[in-house]
């Protein structure tokens, strides 16, 4: 799988990012999180560059959900720091953080079932603009990506999950975002689904969007990222290409019987 | 469905309205003409909890408590001090949003639940203490004087009143018709159907909420003054009771929740029905009746929750004014 | 000086009684996560079979608990198969309105039956008294607490200490988003309703000793249990307990001082000051972005 303008410079063994201050979009600094003295995350620190496509995988209950919510401010901080292009939004409501420019899409797709499909799509838009006519063409033509536009006036009830998925993330696009956090991208789609998954994801990091994206699956990361950060009891374990992951130990233990 | 025909309102609502405007001159049966402004002031008051309930799914239990608080700021302000009713409507309006406010501040950050749990216990209360400040003074029930006269809201007439509640009812179906086609209609909606990715989508769910609650107050308290001015008679049981909130809802869902029509058509169908029963039965309240309202609730929301417009609704699209 | 003290004590020994009603709630909301609005109106059933089984018998009614209870367990799991399983997927606003409807239903249907009359017992040791020193308490009370306290302390007793009680409070604290492995979800939520029924009939028994019944008082029991469980906090029974004894207190002071009807002003009050400040209540654990 072809990438493209890889501005990744953690290609070293073992060696964790060293990409200049200036291209640093989104930096998590020593967050924490605990509930009720378990520690869902622990002292996470990373940084992602403008335009990269990275991967966050690990196993069940390693944290990967919880540190989303804490990113787009559904979770409280209980200690550390969020920075997006530099600036503090460790403390923002998540409708300030979709603001900021920071987009998400949930593991299991949070879809508005009392509107039509279009309109769905068109909540999004309006973020930016007021007018309902524009947004709704903006919402056509992010559905025509999808090939969900002949649906535009349904009920999004009858859709297939990947259809649901799809939707999440034109929904989430509408908002014109800088950064999509993708939360489960292909859990429970077919080979076929997830195919035309990737190449839609593809298609976002060509626009220029960065991709922080949450996934399992390990062949599905290990191909589309960049590069990969490993979480495991709240924890981050390793950080770097998807090459030098696969290779690392505590990683392989992590995942023990996991991979597919 | 953006197209701004009739005011937002699509054909067939907008026929309806105007069949309902034309209804009252066709008899002047007294019977007849009370139903009606029964069925248009429930409707309205429907609608207005429709608004925060029904779109915004937050649901109000004790939407009584602003009916109530209307009807008294409107009648004491009138039988006891003689202002105008007008005034009255308007600052029990204003009340009405204000305690709207107090509720929502305090609830809107939390699950959903916890507001429904305040407005009744806000309706409850409310009850409580005027029951304490009428028994201390004047004695439990006010008549409010009939003077008639445009200024004093009373009627000679029956349809006077009958028109002044289509009036109302007017008023907030355009009202809710507007809303639901521009961005507040959209972001209401929204958080209604997930408010975690409504607030993804930079939606600030509890502003919204706290707009739209009180928009919902004001109208209702301004109906329950009008309320008071029609029935003449206002008391705190009946004030307060929550049998006012249960018909608000019940005519809602079983009309349709969260669509602009359903709070008419629920109201068309179940204030003659229900004063049919009461007339069949005798008595002011029949516990046969809330007996049903209480199974109809149940069977609805579990086995209908679209209720009729969901029926309807695959006829007539436009209807809802919203696909 | 005295009278603070009297009411102190009757506070108390109401709040016991009121914490065994609020558990029910408590137990199953936090456990299941099933929002209840007739939660009252099925304490006011189970008054009225106290009050019908005294009449009928001429018994005193904690012997009534030997058909109350079982009566409650049927009728639990009737409702619950035909109205809450149902509700357990259903989301939030399903389960308030259909509950608030049930509570109708059985208001209603309790008026149709029963009639608008209010029903008291009045037990043999009704005017007994019990002295000490300068405080005086009333058998019914003193009857009704012990019951109750000791009903209560069993309910700890199992949920502590058993290891079917473990896995309930496991399941029930960690309700959101935890797996269960396992654990018999269906036997848990099983046991679940039936403590909470025990609860019901229970508590309702006890309160017809010294409180009269009435087919609309569930709404004061429904509000009545709900500020409790949420002052306590949600999920923490110990809370609810706490709770209720506040509560209890601050009935009484305020019904001495002021007027008994302005009580129900002050749940509101208290209520939306809790919400403000502190919603997680006493003990509980809301995460919310605050």
Known sequence: ?260 | MAKRNYFSLGLPLFALLTLMGILPILSSHHFYLHMLTLVYIFAFFSQAWNLISGFGKQFSLGHVAFFGLGAYVTGILYADYGISPWVGLLLGGVLGALLSLVIGIATFRLRAFFFTLSTIACAEALRVLITYWRLASTGLGTTIPSKPGLWNLSFETEIGYTYFAYFLLVIIVFVTARMIHTRIGFYLLATGGDEEAAMSLGINTFRIKLLVFGISGFFTAVGGGFYCMYTRYVEPSIAFNIDFSVQFAVFTIVGGIGTIAGPIIGSALLVPLSTFFRSWIGGLFTPIGYFTYGILLIVIIMFMPGGLMKGIASLSKSLRGRA | METIFQLITTGFLTGIVYALMALGLSIIFGLMGLINFAHGDFVMLAMYGGFFFCHFSGLDPYFGLLVVVPLFFVLGAGIYRGLFRHLLDAPEESQIIATFGLSFVLQYGAMLFFSTEYRSVVTKYADQILSLGFLTVDFPHIFSTLIAGILLALIFVFLYFTNTGRAIRAVSEQRRGASLIGIHVQKIYTIAIGLGLSCVAFSGTALITFESVHPTIGTHFNLLCWVIVVLGGVGSLWGTVIGAIIIAEMEMIIGFFFAPVLTTFAYFVIFLAILMIRPAGLFGYVERRA
């Open chain 1, 1 to 260: 799988m072809e990438r493209t303008g890889s501005q990744s410079k953690s290609e070293h063994p073992g060696q964790e990012d060293i990409a200049p201050r200036d291209s640093v979009f989104l930096e998590l600094s020593g967050v924490s999180k605990s509930f009720g003295g378990i520690h869902a995350v622990k002292e996470v620190s990373l940084k992602i560059r403008k335009g990269e496509i990275v991967g966050l995988i690990g196993p069940n209950g390693a944290g990967k959900t919880t540190l989303f919510n804490l990113i787009t401010g559904f979770l409280r901080l209980d200690s550390g720091r969020v920075l997006f292009t530099g600036k503090d939004i460790s403390h923002l409501y998540p409708h300030e953080i979709s603001r900021v420019g920071i987009a998400r899409t949930f593991q299991f797709p949070k879809i508005f079932n009392n509107m039509s499909i279009i309109d769905n799509v068109l909540a999004g838009a309006l973020k930016n603009s007021k007018d309902v006519v524009h947004c709704r063409k903006t919402a056509e033509t992010l559905l025509e990506t999808v090939k969900l536009v002949r649906y535009a006036n349904d009920p999004p009830s009858a859709l297939t999950i990947a259809n649901r998925k799809q939707l999440e993330i034109c929904r989430a696009l509408a908002t014109s975002p800088q950064i999509l956090l993708l939360d489960e991208a292909i859990s429970g789609l077919t080979p076929k689904e997830t195919s035309e998954m990737t190449d839609l994801i593809m298609k976002i990091s060509a626009q220029g969007i960065t991709l922080f994206i949450i996934e399992h699956v390990m062949k599905f990361i290990m191909n589309i990222s960049q590069r990969v950060v490993v979480l495991h009891h709240g924890q981050k374990i390793a950080d770097g290409s998807p090459q030098i992951i696969s290779e690392n130990d505590d990683v392989v233990e992590a995942y023990l019987g996991k991979k597919k």
